[in-house]
């Protein structure tokens, strides 16, 4: 078979396996090395060489003061701040539950693909493949509760809306292309030739717009919105070495990342609230990695590493109030996602010689956590990092490293 290996995003704006008997028994997955290459992170490679950009003059960027927001002329200059804790973050550790006793079921066969999402409403999962020669490359699917053969759902291989209904690609020169899939209306949007997000309401887009000239990490970026059709285009505010990282779900504000100058070490955590104009910072420190939203935007998780005081290493939740800030104390952690706006799902390291790895959940306003899994009992090994969360948080599906099919863990309620 032959796969094409893409970058895609397998999350709520993106957008796209033959389940065998509940008595078939649990394969055991090895952690060999998988010799399939994953996508490397998006946004990794910097944008086209910038045209036709607001000349500099008109762009405001920030100056540099004493306070850690970028200052600029669409920026009130009484940007409220949260102050951090100054002695106390507290430290969590989470208690420690019974678990249920999930349902593990393989999906597909012949090591298919790579970065498998679910369809909108749970019933599918949706992959990028290329099953044969002379089948076309596109987006396939398999129906999570009747076995079947994979299917070709969609040839047109792009970023979607939430709904699936309008797809984006990058389109010639400084525009990306959109196109309705229900009403085949297609139009274009200058976007200096950078990927656009959808709002999760589908009625706006946001894109930043990065310096090409520099080190990589003290390149101004510019963040800016429109309309899906690409009116009201309006630049909100610059940073430095940074990006924008989500919309919350009232769409009407945007969580970002990055620094106040160039030369600055530590990275900022902010809101930007695009009806009251206003950038609030969250939380600063050296090296912020893997940030992401909750579902309804109260919590941000994410882990900081090579922190000026090694204490504050580790995985931090912050809410998006700015009030509470805490370092969550757990063992090795490998990869996490929220399953709802409460709970994030985390898989610990394995230790020297276990098989099979463990998902742990914990909720975030308790601090109690649950294992989801018990290795005796369900045995299974992602293959790099590769699994996804249903949006009802009740299903996982994920590259086995042992065969390279897609399985899929039932977590129940």
Not at 237 to 248: D, K
Not at 249 to 269: E, F, H, S, W
């Amino acid at each position: 078979m032959f796969l094409l290996i893409l970058i895609t995003v397998a999350c709520t704006n993106s957008d796209e396996a033959i389940p065998v008997d509940e008595a078939t028994p649990v394969v055991e997955l090895s952690t060999a090395t998988p010799t399939k290459t994953t996508p490397p992170p998006i946004e990794t490679t910097p944008p086209p060489t910038l045209t036709d950009t607001p000349s500099p003059t008109n762009t405001p960027t920030p100056t540099t003061t004493n306070t850690p927001i970028p200052t600029n002329t669409s920026i009130p200059t009484n940007t409220p701040i949260p102050t951090e804790t100054p002695t106390t973050r507290p430290t969590e550790t989470p208690t420690i539950t019974p678990t249920p006793t999930p349902r593990l079921r393989q999906l597909t066969s012949g090591g298919c693909c790579v970065r498998p999402f679910f369809s909108p409403d749970n019933r599918q999962v949706l992959f990028i493949d290329k099953p044969t020669d002379d089948a076309p490359t596109g987006i396939y699917g398999v129906e999570i509760e009747s076995p079947q053969t994979p299917v070709l759902i969609n040839q047109t291989i792009g970023f979607r809306n939430h709904d699936r209904t309008i797809v984006t690609t990058i389109g010639q020169g400084d525009f990306t292309n959109f196109t309705n899939e229900v009403t085949g209306e297609s139009w274009q949007v200058d976007t200096k030739g950078n990927r656009s997000y959808f709002s999760p309401d589908g009625e706006r887009i946001r894109w930043h717009v990065r310096d090409e000239d520099g080190p990589y990490d003290q390149r101004q970026v510019e963040l800016w919105i429109a309309d899906l059709d690409g009116s009201n285009t309006r630049f909100l505010t610059s940073l430095y070495g940074g990006s924008s990282i989500a919309w919350f779900a009232d769409n009407n504000r945007i969580l970002l990342v990055g620094k106040n100058q160039p030369a600055d070490t530590q990275y900022t955590l902010y809101v930007y609230d695009i009806s009251a104009d206003e950038l609030t910072a969250l939380f600063t420190e050296n090296r912020l990695r893997e940030i992401k939203l909750s579902d309804e935007g109260s919590w941000v998780v994410f882990y900081v590493t090579y922190a000026d005081d090694p204490t504050q290493d580790g995985l931090w939740l912050v809410s998006t109030d700015g009030q509470i800030q805490r370092r969550l104390d757990l063992p090795g952690f490998g990869a996490y996602q929220w399953q709802d706006d409460q709970h994030l799902v985390y898989i610990p390291m394995r230790e020297a010689g276990e098989v099979s790895m463990t998902l742990m959940r914990i909720d975030v306003t308790t601090g109690e956590m649950i294992p989801l899994t018990n290795p005796d009992e369900v045995s299974f090994s992602i293959a790099n990092g590769d699994w996804q969360l249903s949006s009802d948080g009740r299903m996982m599906v994920f590259v086995n490293s042992n065969d390279f099919n897609l399985w899929l863990l039932e977590l129940g309620e």
